[in-house]
């Protein structure tokens, strides 16, 4: 992704198979004096299955608000980061680089909480957060509130009025507020969130997660959220799942929510589907919402979310991009 390059980092409701999105014929060692493949050969047709599932963050996210051309404008978006990765794993790419490619879509797309269009902090600064993580070897790239400095980025880039007129909501709403503090919700889920995230499956069999956020509106600075925090956010591990989550980044981290996934997976041998739901269930009894995004060694999918919509999207198993945002 982008964001961890720049830096010098290298690093369900539904359960659906994807297969058969690309098949090849098995490689098999030619014998000399061999006739020509008999029509049974056929059926050593090898299936390679790989898959691709993003996200573009999980909130309040109500018809009623959207305009269809706001909606038009997101769901073309989301096509966008799904074309983006698809297209490298058709030709056999690696799953690192087809999540990278589908995040970095989505960054540059001023929709999303990420690059172009994140969210501001209380000093009206945008600070990023970001990881990807390699299913085969375990490794990991993160960055952590870093800014368009660091990012040689002249800030100014990342600057949208919509996440601006955010900030000065919440804080016109901070400045009025009597009694506890608490969350402010002046401003609307959508206003707050927009984190994006990929996890993909490719030819070799190998996974990865990655995930990109501006974090919440009026955090403060240098707060870290759960995205860049491997085993929170972001988690990718051959033996079971790649996950990438969205949501209340504080109640995410405590849950250590994508590595429990992949945990629940392993030592109890739960589905990726049973998984998922067990561990945002475990979010919300903390008090958490949000969604996250998972695809298994197997290419099954699970894309739960506790709120009233998720910017989601995967490609189906005859190619299809499929994108959907509310419940
Ligand atoms: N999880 C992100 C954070 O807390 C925000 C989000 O996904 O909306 O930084």
């Known amino acids: ?69 706001r909606e038009r404008e997101y769901r073309a978006g989301l096509e966008r980061a799904l074309a983006a990765g698809y297209e490298i794993l058709k030709r056999g790419g690696s799953s690192l680089d087809a999540t990278e490619a589908a995040v970095r879509v989505l960054e540059d797309d001023p929709h999303f909480n990420a690059g172009k269009g994140a969210v501001f902090t209380s000093a009206g600064t945008n600070e990023l957060d970001a990881a990807i993580m390699d299913g085969k070897t375990l490794k990991a790239g993160t960055v952590a509130a870093i800014n368009g400095v660091e990012l040689l980025r002249d800030q100014k880039y990342f600057y949208t009025q919509e996440r601006w007129d955010a900030l000065q909501k919440i804080k016109t709403a901070e400045k009025h507020r009597t009694g506890r503090a608490g969350k402010v919700f002046v401003i609307t889920d959508q206003d707050r969130h927009g984190t994006v995230g990929a996890v993909a499956l490719d030819q070799n069999g190998d996974l990865a997660a990655a995930t990109s956020t501006g974090g919440t509106t009026n955090k403060r600075p240098g707060r870290v959220g759960d995205s860049p925090v491997i085993g929170a956010g972001t988690y990718a591990n051959n033996a079971t799942c790649a996950v990438s989550a969205t949501g209340d980044g504080e109640y995410f981290i405590r849950a250590t929510v994508a590595h429990d996934v992949s945990a629940l997976m392993e030592y109890r041998g739960m589905s990726l589907n049973e998984a998922a739901q067990t561990v945002l269930e475990k979010v919300a009894k903390l008090g958490g919402t949000g969604g996250l995004i998972a695809i298994d060694r197997q290419g099954n999918i699970a894309l739960p979310f506790n709120t009233s919509g998720m910017y989601r999207g995967y490609v189906d198993p005859n190619g299809k991009l499929v994108v959907e945002i509310y419940k």
Do not use: W, Y
Not at 2 to 17: D, I
């Open 1 to 69: 992704m982008k964001l961890a390059k720049t830096v010098g980092a290298n690093c369900f409701f539904a359960l659906m198979l994807f297969s058969a999105a690309a098949t090849e014929l098995a490689q098999e060692p030619a014998r000399s004096g061999s006739p020509e493949k008999a029509p049974e050969d056929q059926s050593k047709m090898q299936t390679k299955k790989f898959g691709l599932v993003i996200h573009g963050g999980a909130g309040t996210i109500d018809r009623s608000n959207m305009t269809p051309e």
